[in-house]
């Protein structure tokens, strides 16, 4: 049986979804998770990358959300070549952080984003195949950020590395540009867990200097942009036991909106998903 396809978005709490996603009233730390997970089922957070989350809050997280709620992480900004650090001692301290939300049972992966100095060589190899006893038995999701690791004569042998390690590859899809920080799209499952992100095709503000992230992510996806991975969607979940589509196109609220029209568009392919939809209203009784 084909897995079903579970989206979200990658935060619920970012400035744009402050300002245009939620309704009056939906104000504090508590309501917005709780709003977030009538609509959703799984998030990836991505604050960690740039600060440590005190255990109390993760395990606010993981308090605040239904039994079926699935998190993903993204790795501090020390696990991925962006800050020099030990590497056992950065994995220690990220895995304190998220501790709560681990033993809950709901934290589910890992995203390691690689900076785009990890050029594909044998010493990164080496350094990657280190990384599922650091992290087990979270999964480790790997996303490059230089092309080397996905041209064409290189994707066998880096899938095949990735699959022979435990680490679940991440499909992206972003701009089509020849920037050596951009990976080709290529949708591929290396572990039971496959794993998407959507960034968006805006070139202009891919390597824009001193803005934003969502400017770099300033991208709504048209219905025709989306369609084009409905098929290779449909595979991973006929490959793989878990698929996650997470959005991180994150200006305004063009990642929700983004999510919903795709999930209209694996609704008509037939392709079981969760997430993207307006949850139904309570039941009125009668007297």
């Known amino acids: 049986m084909a897995a079903t396809v579970r989206l979200g978005t990658c935060s619920w709490a970012d400035e744009g979804l402050l300002k245009t996603w939620y ?4 104000s504090t730390a508590a309501t917005r998770l709780g709003y977030y997970a009538e609509r959703f ?7 960690p990358f740039y600060a440590l989350p005190d255990p109390a809050v993760t395990e606010r997280w993981a308090r605040r959300t239904p039994d079926e709620f699935v998190f993903h992480v993204k790795a501090h900004a020390s696990m991925t070549g962006h800050e020099a650090a030990d590497q056992e001692t950065a994995f220690a301290a990220f895995r304190a952080a998220v501790e709560p939300l681990e033993l809950s049972g709901k934290l589910r992966s ?19 195949s280190r990384v599922r006893a650091l992290l087990d038995p979270l999964v480790p999701l790997i996303e490059f950020r230089h092309r080397s690791w996905l041209e064409p004569w290189e994707q066998t042998d880096t899938l095949t590395f990735l699959e022979q ?20 799209r290529v949708a591929a499952a290396t572990h039971a867990l496959a794993y998407v992100r959507f960034h968006g095709r805006n070139w202009k503000t891919w390597n ?3 803005g934003k992230s969502s400017d770099r992510f300033d991208w709504l996806y048209s219905s025709e942009e989306l369609a084009e991975w409905v098929g290779p969607i449909g595979r991973l979940a006929s490959e793989a036991d878990e698929v996650y589509a997470l959005f991180n196109n ?17 609704d008509e392919a037939g392709i079981a998903a969760s997430g993207g939809i307006e949850p139904l209203p309570p039941q009125q009784t009668l007297f």
């Open 23 to 26: 309704p009056r009233g939906v």
């Open 41 to 47: 089922d799984t998030v990836e957070v991505d604050s």
């Open 110 to 128: 890992v995203l390691l984003q690689y900076h785009p100095r990890l050029v594909k060589s044998a010493a990164a190899k080496e350094e990657l």
């Open 165 to 184: 390690h435990g680490l679940a590859y991440v499909s992206v899809d972003a701009p089509a540009t020849r920037a050596a920080n951009v990976v080709p």
């Open 208 to 210: 824009i200097r001193g």
């Open 250 to 266: 994150n200006k305004d609220d063009f990642a929700p909106r983004s999510a919903v029209v795709f999930r209209g568009l694996l």
